[in-house]
T-cell receptor
């Protein structure tokens, strides 16, 4: 079956612009995670959804970052007023339930110029 | 300071050699996961260890969870070029959350 997909695969934007990153989880997976991975580092937790609600958003770095999952499936990570320091690979993962095996997408590489 | 420290950061070896990478912490965990990540892809789960002292084998990979559940090791026997990648350990945050914390990673390159 289809795995986790993320679009776009690459996004280049100018400093100060708004971006949206999309994640399509595996069908039937209720848990969805967003991570950010900088070059040479491990993934850094951003937010976790259980169904439609954000169960833990403690990893969002500031109020420029926001994520939604309105129907409990597709999720969108939104970044306002992008900064060069936001440049990273943004990974999405889904699992059948919280603490279950996570399946990761290929990521979106965001570059802020 | 990182909750999970991995060592070495980088490792370049010849095909056929053995190697061990480590994941260390001062905290105790209920379980620990190992992932491998290839360029342009997301991490893929290799194994989850849950019991202190537990040893799990996956073909040429042997995973061990420390007796005190604070550390873990991954040993690869007769490394192959296909083993090349970023090896990450990960744990769940404090009890009651599903916030996974990843280590700093070990980047392995196996030369043919």
């Amino acid at each position: 079956g289809a795995g986790v997909s993320q679009t776009p695969s690459n996004k280049v934007t100018e400093k100060g612009k708004y971006v949206e990153l999309r994640c399509d989880p595996i069908s039937g997976h209720t848990a969805l995670y967003w991570y950010r991975q900088s070059l040479g580092q491990g993934p850094e937790f951003l937010i976790y959804f259980q169904g439609t609600g954000a169960a833990d958003d403690s990893g969002l770095p500031n109020d420029r970052f926001f994520a939604v999952r309105p129907e409990g499936s597709v999720s969108t990570l939104k970044i306002q007023r992008t900064e060069r320091g936001d440049s990273a690979v943004y990974l999405c993962a889904s699992s059948r339930q919280g603490a279950g095996e996570q399946y990761f997408g290929p990521g979106t590489r965001l570059t802020v110029t | 300071t990182q909750l999970l420290e991995q060592s070495p950061q980088f490792l370049s070896i010849q095909e056929g050699e053995n190697l061990t990478v480590y994941c260390n912490s001062s905290s105790v965990f209920s379980s620990l996961q190992w992932y491998r990540q290839e360029p342009g892809e997301g991490p893929v789960l290799l194994v989850t260890v849950v019991t202190g002292g537990e040893v799990k084998k996956l073909k040429r990979l042997t995973f061990q969870f420390g007796d005190a559940r604070k550390d873990s090791s991954l040993h690869i026997t007769a490394a192959q070029p296909g083993d090349t990648g970023l090896y990450l350990c990960a744990v769940l945050g404090r009890s009651g959350t599903y916030k996974y914390i990843f280590g700093t990673g070990t980047r392995l390159k196996v030369l043919a």
